[in-house]
Antibody, heavy 117, light 108 residues
Framework: EVQLVQSGPEVRKPGESLKISCRTS????????LAWLRQVPGKGLEWMGS????????QYNPSFEGQVTISADESTATAYLQWSSLRASDSGLYFC??????????WGQGALVTVSS | EIVVTQSPATVSVSPGKTATLSCRAS??????LAWYQQKPGQAPRLLIY???TRATGIPARFSGSGSGTEFTLTISSLQSEDFAIYYC??????????FGGGTKVEIK
């Protein structure tokens, strides 16, 4: 059974760093792209970027490039999304999702990030 | 950049009736179009990919059609569990993609 399990909710202050995770199981991690998406409460979905764990090739939405870093660890079948300096506008619900059948076929449960002073 | 527009923003439908949702891409995406359902407090669920292929376990009352720039999701015989927000997503240039703003299907 394919599963994507994300780390828990986080509260940080502006300027702090953060790394959230997406632990996968039930499939060959290195063989599928994995995407990160943001959803601001009451709003739609925004694609942030995707990574192919097999070679760590990462593609970013220009709106997020330079603001976040996507990485993956094949040894633990886990993908990461990290910020070096959070802003209040980074608050939101973050999802990871596997890119299979050329669409996002399996999703994590979401991780709420709150950035507030 | 491909822009994806969904309409209407909200549609009110009685249980047992049919809902028709539209999705338009600013340029041709061939059939690289997917539909997702999202309920409050849940992650989105893949319904349709390749514009018209139902994902595993998706009931036949959900059907997708279209190609190029115009796409439709039809939900027949609406059940109570179908009231949710629906998103379309193009993936012509995967692994890069764009979502539409969503259509909320509410009970009339």
């Amino acid at each position: 059974e394919v599963q994507l399990v994300q780390s828990g909710p986080e509260v940080r202050k502006p300027g702090e760093s953060l790394k959230i995770s997406c632990r996968t199981s039930g499939y060959r991690f290195g063989s599928y792209w994995l995407a990160w998406l943001r959803q601001v409460p009451g709003k739609g979905l925004e694609w942030m970027g995707s990574i192919f764990p097999g070679d760590s090739d990462a593609q970013y939405n220009p709106s997020f490039e330079g603001q976040v870093t996507i990485s993956a660890d094949e040894s633990t079948a886990t993908a990461y999304l990290q910020w070096s300096s959070l802003r209040a506008s980074d608050s939101g619900l973050y999802f990871c999702a596997r890119l299979g059948q050329l669409a996002l076929d399996f999703w994590g449960q979401g991780a709420l990030v709150t950035v507030s002073s | 950049e491909i822009v994806v527009t969904q309409s209407p923003a909200t549609v009110s439908v009685s249980p047992g009736k049919t809902a028709t949702l539209s999705c338009r891409a600013s340029q041709s995406v061939n059939n690289f179009l997917a539909w997702y359902q999202q309920k409050p407090g849940q992650a989105p669920r893949l319904l349709i990919y390749g514009a018209s292929t139902r994902a595993t376990g998706i009931p036949a009352r959900f059907s997708g059609s279209g190609s190029g720039t115009e796409f439709t999701l039809t939900i027949s015989s609406l059940q109570s569990e179908d009231f949710a927000i629906y998103y379309c997503q193009e993936y012509k240039n995967w692994p890069l993609f764009t979502f539409g703003g969503g259509t909320k299907v509410e009970i009339k």
